[in-house]
C-alpha cells in the first residue's frame, strides 16, 4: 500500500505544548496535539496536504457546512508498544467509511495518500504524544466541512479535510444506564444513519438531554417505524447476551457498520461464544430481563472500547442487569485492547504500523 506522500508542506510549531499537559488526568477530546492536518479542495481538485501549528482558522459566514451541515467524521486510536511502535487499529475500515459517508452527504472522496498517508506523516511528528499501557492512545479525529460560501441550498464546490489528535486515557463512564426509545429516532430508513454526519450527533442531543434529565446516561435506539428493534446504544452499536449467546443487531440504512462491533463479533467467535446477527426486539429484551435470562448489553465503539450497561428502563419500567463475574464485556475488552496495543498477538491482521 503505497501511502505516504512526500508533498506534504510541514511548518512546524515553534514551542511544544505538550510539557503543559496533565497526562494522568486527561478530560476525554479536550487537549489537541501541536499540530494538525489539512487539505482543501477546489476546482474540483484535492489541493496539497499541508501539517502546520493547531490553530483556529478564519471561514466565511456563510460557508455551507453552517448552514446546511455539510460536515462528517471519523474516530479512530493510535497506541504505543513497549517497543515505542506507534499502531493504528484497522485504520482501512475507517478510510472506506469515511468516503462512504463523503458520498452519502454529496461531498468528495478523500484520497488515500492524504487520509492514511497524511495521518501516518502527522502521528510521526506527534509520536511523543501518544503514552504507553494502560488504556493511553492518541484519538484521532479526521472530518471534513464544506466551506465553499453562500447560503444557496447546493452542495458545496470547496471544502476543508482536516486532521486533529487528542491524547486520551483509557474511557470509563461510570454506570450507564439506558432508557429504550418510544419516540425519537437517530436514523430512518433512507436517511443518513449510516454515514458518519455531523447532523445524526446533534440530532440525537436533545432527546439524551431529556433522557439525562431523568437519570439515564444514553438512549438505546430503536427502529423508526415501529419502536420496537434495538438498534444502537447512544453513538455505540449494541450488543446483548441472552444466555450464552452474544445478540447485536445487522447493519442497515438506520445502523452505522462499526469497526469495534464487527471486530468483537469476530473475536467473540474466536473466543467460542456463541454470536447471532439479527435484530433483537424490545419485547424479547423485557421478556428476557424478566425471566432472567438477559445477562449484559454493552455498547461497542472506538472511544469506549466496550461500554457495560447497568440497567434499562422501557415505559416507565426500570430493570437492572445482573452483576456478572466473567462477563462477555470484560472478557472481550480485554482481547480487544490487548490486540490494539500489541500486548496480545494480532491473529487477525488487524494493527497497522505507523
Ligand atoms: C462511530 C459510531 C459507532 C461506532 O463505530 P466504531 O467504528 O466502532 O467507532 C457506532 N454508532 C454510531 C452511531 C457511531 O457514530
Redesign the pocket.
Known amino acids: 500500500m503505497n501511502n505516504t506522500i512526500s508533498d506534504i508542506k510541514i511548518t512546524k510549531c515553534q514551542s511544544s505544548k505538550i510539557n503543559e499537559v496533565d497526562f494522568e488526568n486527561l478530560v476525554f477530546g479536550n487537549i489537541f496535539t501541536d499540530h494538525m492536518l489539512l487539505c482543501d479542495y477546489k476546482d474540483g481538485v484535492w489541493q496539497q496536504p499541508e501539517i502546520v501549528p493547531y490553530a483556529p482558522f478564519l471561514m466565511d459566514p456563510s460557508s455551507k457546512v453552517f448552514h446546511y451541515g455539510q460536515a462528517i467524521f471519523e ?1 479512530m486510536k493510535a497506541y504505543k508498544d513497549a517497543h515505542d511502535d506507534i499502531w493504528l487499529f484497522r485504520p482501512d ?2 478510510f472506506d ?1 469515511f468516503n462512504k459517508s463523503a458520498t452519502r452527504l454529496a461531498m468528495p472522496e478523500v484520497p488515500e495518500e492524504v487520509f492514511i498517508g497524511g495521518l501516518k506523516q502527522l502521528i510521526q511528528l506527534e509520536k511523543d504524544w501518544v503514552k504507553h499501557g494502560n488504556g493511553s492512545a492518541l484519538y484521532i479525529r479526521p472530518f471534513m466541512i464544506a466551506t465553499g460560501h453562500g447560503v444557496i441550498a447546493a452542495p458545496s464546490t470547496e471544502y476543508r479535510f482536516m486532521i486533529i489528535l487528542s491524547p486520551a486515557k483509557s474511557y470509563y463512564s461510570g454506570e450507564v444506564k439506558v432508557i429504550i426509545a418510544e419516540h425519537f429516532s ?1 436514523a430512518a430508513n433512507g436517511g443518513i ?1 449510516a454515514a ?1 454526519a455531523a447532523g ?2 446533534s440530532g440525537q442531543f436533545y432527546p439524551t438531554k431529556l433522557a439525562n434529565e431523568e437519570g439515564f446516561q444514553q438512549i438505546i435506539w430503536t427502529d423508526d417505524a415501529t419502536h420496537t428493534k434495538l438498534e ?1 446504544a447512544g ?3 449494541v450488543f446483548f447476551r441472552i444466555n450464552d449467546v452474544l445478540y447485536t443487531a445487522p447493519t442497515s440504512e438506520r ?2 457498520d ?4 464487527k471486530s468483537v463479533i469476530d473475536l467473540a467467535k474466536r473466543e467460542g461464544i456463541q454470536v447471532e446477527v439479527r435484530s433483537v426486539l424490545v419485547d424479547e429484551l423485557v421478556q428476557a430481563a424478566k425471566d432472567g435470562s438477559l445477562k449484559e448489553i454493552f455498547g ?4 469506549a472500547v466496550i461500554n457495560p450497561i447497568a440497567g434499562f428502563s422501557y415505559k416507565g419500567e426500570y430493570f437492572e442487569l445482573p452483576k456478572m463475574e466473567n462477563s462477555f464485556a470484560q472478557e472481550i475488552k480485554t482481547k480487544l485492547t490487548g490486540i490494539q496495543t500489541k500486548e496480545l498477538e494480532d491473529t487477525f491482521g488487524w494493527t497497522v504500523k505507523v
Open positions: 474516530g475500515q475507517n467509511r437517530r444513519g458518519k445524526n450527533y444502537e453513538t455505540m452499536n445502523i452505522l462499526g469497526v469495534t462491533r461497542a465503539g472506538t472511544a
